[in-house]
Each structure stands twice: as structure tokens, then as C-alpha cells.
């Protein structure tokens, strides 16, 4: 059955109460396993990877317990570090190597592989708007190592469709898969794909020992590639109620955060920037999820335009934003994110020295 993502915020916190831990452990790779749904809305800054992991933990599990399910929340953490220390838009350790083209092949935007785990989940990508881990990773393998794309532009094409969209997760896991951000390319064959969606294939351009992938020519299904252009259709912006002496809330694409100053009194203002959608584009699903999303809060107004225009426009003085990297451009007050470990900042070359860390903190 397909998942649908509810946007009403209580029925977010039930999701979060229903979370198991410890069957997550053991299905969590299987594309149909039990997995928690929940980036769509930590992506878009409705609840946190801290307040998921305190629930949890206030079910009585100890961190050691669901150690594998506590990792995952903090590679969430780990990327978007490294999005703070470095431009992930750039090959983070090596140079990814062999590219052919700097496009993404025609048959992955067709859905149309012949290889039916990842046809199937492209289909699904487009429909809900959500891939699940593990097939994010045959389709970026199958695109970077096999196709021999370069990762962006693929990239930003995944990131388009996902309601879950988070440029520093993208970036850093497609860079991942493709030996740029580690020191192998991921690969996966046939089998491990039949195994893990329970599909059946064999003879496929996949189905070859992991001696023989690792060097196969760029097979015919792959060949021909495109250029990724999408539409980007943001709405109108209305004539906005604003009391300039009072402070002003800025929430975007990064920040819905219903709990955030709940109580005080304020312009609670929706920002919708088209230079870093143009950047960064992101389907009508997207948007319309985000709006609503945005009617959790109560009285926010939409504002489709620049940060700048926005506060000159109608003369805004005491203005409060969250941190977050795409967030290049917006001056005022600045309030951090929530983290599970305000403490472990900076750039950790890799997940394992974060987490070992960050552990060493939970475990106190
Ligand atoms: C090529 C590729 C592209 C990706 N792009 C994105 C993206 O744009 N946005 C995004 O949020 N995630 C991205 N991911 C990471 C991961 O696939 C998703 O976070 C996860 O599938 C979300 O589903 P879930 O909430 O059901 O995950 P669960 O398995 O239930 O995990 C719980 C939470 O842990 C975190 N998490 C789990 N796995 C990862 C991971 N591998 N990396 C980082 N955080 C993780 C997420 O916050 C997730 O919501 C990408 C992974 C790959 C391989």
C-alpha cells in the first residue's frame, strides 16, 4: 500500500508516537520494511531529529538498544554539518571518475530501466513523492557508477520530486554512491535488488558477479541521456497584514515549525525565495505539500519574492530566522536549529568520528 503523508500536525506527532525501533532494526532495508516516513517532515523543519529521538527514548529504550535507529537520525545530523562547513554543490573527497555526460540518462526520468525494483520505485517517487532509502541508492548507482553520469544534475532531479528534499542529504549521499564523498562507489546487483524488493529478475544488464560490474561498458538502456529542466510554479504573492513595530517570523522551504515563539505575538510570514527555487527547483507536489503544512501555524501569511524586497517592502525591523545554509542571503536575529548534539559541531570527514562523538554524548 502506498504511504500517504498526512499534513495536519497532531496526526505528525501520532506518527512520531508509533515509531518501533526495534523492528525498524531489523526491516529497515527492505523497501517495503518498517521504516518511519518521517523526512518529509523533518526536511521541511516541522518536528526535529532530537524530539523524534526524545519520544523514543522516553518509551524507556536505552540508546544502546536502538543504536541502529538512532544512527540514521544522525546521519541526518552529520550532512547537514557538513552543508554548514563545506559546499556540498562540490566533489566533497575525490573527484568523481569515469564521467561520461553530465546529464542524466533518459530511462531513469522514463522510469524505464528494464531493471523493475528501481522502475517501480520511480514510479512510486513520482506519484507520493518518497523512494525509499535503499532505492535511492540502486537508482543513484545505477545513474553514477553504471551510466557514468556526473551525480548533480541527477541529483537535483531526485531532489525535485522528493517531499523529503534536504540539499545537504542529496548532495552528500549522491556524492556518496558515486566515490565522491567516500573512498568506493556503491554498487548492487541484480540479486541483492530482487532480494531487497522483492523482485525476481534475471538476465538483466544487473545480474553479473560484483567482480564483472564493477568494469561493464555503459549497457544500451543506459546510453541515452537528457538534460534535466523542470517547471517551477510557485504562487502568487497576496497584499500581506503587517504590524511593522511588531517582530517578524520568517519560515521557508527549511522551516514550518508550528512550536517555534508559538505563544508571542508577531507577523508569521511564509518566504518563498524563486532565486534559490531556480536554484534549487522543486515540484508542484512539493509546494503544495509545503502550504499545506503551513496551515499548521497560525496566521501565517505567503510572501513569493526576495528576502530583501520582503523587509523593505514593508519596512520589517526586528526579524528572526533559523539557521540553515540556504539561508545565504537573510539578515536579523539568527536561532539555531535543534540538533541531537548541539555539542559535535563542525566538519567530521566521516559519519563514523561524528557518531562516536556525538555517542559519547547520549551515552553520558
Ligand atoms: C541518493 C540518495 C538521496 C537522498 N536524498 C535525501 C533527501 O533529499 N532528503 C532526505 O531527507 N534524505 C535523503 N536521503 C537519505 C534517506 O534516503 C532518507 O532520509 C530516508 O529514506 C527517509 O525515509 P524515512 O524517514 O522513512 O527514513 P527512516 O529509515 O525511517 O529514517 C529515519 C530518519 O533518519 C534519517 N535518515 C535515515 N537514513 C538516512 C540517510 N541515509 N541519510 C541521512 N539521513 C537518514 C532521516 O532523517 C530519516 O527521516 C537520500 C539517500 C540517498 C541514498
Redesign the pocket.
Known sequence: MEHIFETDYNRILEKIDQIDPIN?AKT?NNADGA??????Y??RGVIS?KE?LNSVLKKRYSIKEIEP?VK??C??D??QRVAQAKDVNTDLKNIQYPVSNYSIPSNIVKGATGIKGVDNAIAKLYKTG????HC??Y??MMVCNIAQSYWHQP?KW??YH?L????A??AC??Q??AGANSQKKYYANQENINKYTKSNQENTFLDLPYEIIEKIEIPDQLKETENFSPALELPATSDLQINSELPTWIYNYYNLDPLWHKDKIGNRILLLDPALFAKYPVSKISIDFILKLSKNIYGIQLYTGSFDSLVKHYNLKNICYKEHPLNIDYYGTIENRDWISEQVTGYYPSFFAYWKKVEKKLLK
Open positions: 525498524y529497515r521504516v518511519t516516513y518521517l523526512s518529509p523533518i526536511s531529529t523524534i535507529f540514521e537520525l546521519w541526518r552529520y550532512f518518497y523512494m525509499h532509502n535511492r541508492m537508482t543513484a541529483a531526485m531532489y522528493l523529503d528534499g534536504d540539499w542529504s542529496n549521499s549522491w556518496w554512491v
